[in-house]
Every structure is written in structure tokens, then in C-alpha cells.
């Protein structure tokens, strides 16, 4: 299950996906429309301009902006950020990688294999998903709905 703090980050993140290129919003106005803790918020948008996928101006206009184009940022990309591994077996992690206590051959662990396709097909997915194809979808399932 994702982190409180990878899902606030997910929605913040396509919040800002929706408004014009480099506008910058303010952390209010962030927290209010996605029901985001303010406090909890500004933790979490500093660390998305650490991971260079925002950039804020202070002062009169300021806020809050992607740097990134929307098609440029993807759901894998965010949760390996907050969240660590994407796997579920830490022998089965890519940048984490850890060989399970009790496995004797992992060449050789169906257990492992099994697992490891599992992780392979959510990351293709992950990556596929996009600040873009999240609003996208959003979009189309509005106007389903509406139809």
C-alpha cells in the first residue's frame, strides 16, 4: 500500500499537472483543493523540488511549479521516491536489492521468479503512468460518466 505521503505527492502533483506551464500555486491553495495537512504539504512539495521535479518562486506571485512536463513524470518514478522498493521481496528490487535470509539458490526459487515478473509487470505499468495519462484518464472518465 502506498504511503500517506506518496499519495499526497501523487495528487499534488497532478494538481499542478492541470495548471499552466511553470505558474506557480501556492501550498494553500494546493492543500485546500486536495485535502492535503498544510504543514504535512510543504514537507512534501520541498521534497519534490529536491528530486528536480519542482521549483517554487518566493514572493508576490509565488508558489509551487513542475519543472517537468506532465508526459515527463511517472507514478515509479514517485513512489521509488517516497516509498523505496516497488517489489515486494527485497530480492526481486532493483535499486534495493537484498537477498532473502532463507533463500538457498535465488536462481532457482520459484518463489522468487514468481515475484519477480510480479514486480516487472507493476513498474511497466508505473512507468507507463504519467501526471499526462493520470489527467487524461481523469477526463475521459468525466465525460464517460456525463455521457
Excluded: W
Excluded at 506551464?21 to 491553495?29: F, N, T
Excluded at 529536491?50 to 506532465?70: E, F
Excluded at 493520470?134 to 472518465?141: A, G, S, T
Amino acid at each position: 500500500m502506498l504511503s500517506k505521503k506518496t499519495k499526497y505527492a501523487i495528487n499534488a502533483l497532478v494538481y499542478l499537472a492541470k495548471k499552466p506551464a511553470r505558474e506557480p500555486v501556492l501550498i494553500s491553495e494546493i492543500a485546500t483543493n486536495e485535502r492535503i495537512p498544510k504543514k504535512f504539504l510543504e514537507t512534501i512539495l520541498l521534497d519534490l523540488r529536491n528530486a528536480g521535479i519542482l521549483n517554487s518562486k518566493k514572493g508576490k506571485g509565488g508558489g509551487y511549479y513542475l519543472i517537468k512536463h506532465p508526459s515527463e513524470v511517472n507514478l515509479a518514478e514517485i513512489i521509488r521516491y517516497f516509498d523505496g522498493a516497488i517489489g515486494l521481496l527485497p530480492c526481486v528490487t532493483h535499486k534495493y536489492y537484498e537477498k532473502c535470509e532463507e533463500c538457498d539458490d535465488e536462481v532457482t526459487c520459484g518463489i522468487r521468479h514468481a515475484f519477480l515478473a510480479i514486480r516487472n509487470e507493476t513498474v511497466e505499468m508505473l512507468k507507463k503512468d504519467t501526471l499526462e495519462s493520470i489527467i487524461q484518464k481523469e477526463n475521459k472518465l468525466k465525460l464517460d460518466a456525463n455521457s
